[in-house]
């Protein structure tokens, strides 16, 4: 079954604010990861944090690590109207390499 | 150059038709996979390789056959094709340092 489900499932915002998307997961894990996705665009990797990890930062990209709450959470600051895509957290449990990947967050900067 | 690539970007066809798509990463990864994702963008893996090796099949109808000639390669074949099968494969390599995926652009097939 699905291992990671993100909230919310869209979010409007403009140009300047920041963006803030959650994920939940369901069973210990070696690490998460964040992904973007443009339309009609593969995947792209934005950053990885581990189980042991509670905070890392690139760039304008901040993901925080609950293992107790089973949650993150990626904030990215002053968005950009470029910053338009969906992103997806992705899990690997821990015992396996597969990554499962949640719904994904639609989110929409306006100019 | 582009370091996971899928051919064909996009594909319409039949229903009861065969289509493949194939793929090819040039990052000298062990591991590919095979993701389907549908309509609602929700991305289920399907296969698993690891040096040429099937690891992974996720109850996948064995209408789908991967076959991967050689590390760098993971082709996906489709035998009669269904009104379900219309969505996005992504191909994907990953990396066993990083854990990282890299994922190809992804090929649209649609079912007719």
């Not at chain 2, 899928?6 to 038709?17: R, S």
């Not at chain 2, 389907?36 to 289920?44: E, N, P, T, V």
């Not at chain 2, 109850?59 to 056959?65: A, E, G, L, Y």
């Amino acid at each position: 079954s699905q291992q990671g489900e993100e909230d919310p499932q869209a979010l409007s915002i403009q140009e300047g604010e920041n963006a803030t998307m959650n994920c939940s997961y369901k069973t210990s894990i070696n690490n998460l990861q964040w992904y973007r996705q443009n339309s009609g665009r593969g995947l792209v990797h934005l950053i990885l944090i581990r189980s042991n990890e509670r905070e890392k930062h690139s760039g304008r990209l901040r993901v925080t690590l609950d293992t107790s709450k089973k949650s993150s959470s990626l904030l990215i600051t002053a968005s950009r109207a470029a910053d338009t895509a969906s992103y997806f957290c992705a899990t690997t449990v821990v015992g396996y390499s597969t990554l499962t990947f949640g719904k994904g967050t639609m989110l929409l900067v306006s100019p | 150059d582009t370091a996971v690539s899928q051919t064909p970007k996009y594909l319409v066809t039949q229903m009861g038709n065969d289509k493949s798509i194939k793929c090819e990463q040039n990052l000298g990864h062990d591991t590919m996979y095979w993701y389907k994702q549908d309509s609602k963008k929700f991305l289920k893996i399907m296969f698993s390789y690891n040096n040429k090796e099937l690891i992974i099949n996720e109850t996948v109808p064995n209408r789908f056959s991967p076959k991967s000639p050689d590390k760098a390669h993971l082709n996906l074949h489709i035998n009669s094709l269904e009104l379900g099968d219309s969505a996005v494969y992504f191909c994907a390599s990953r990396d066993i340092n990083t854990g990282e995926l890299f994922f190809g652009e992804g090929s649209r097939l649609t079912v007719l």
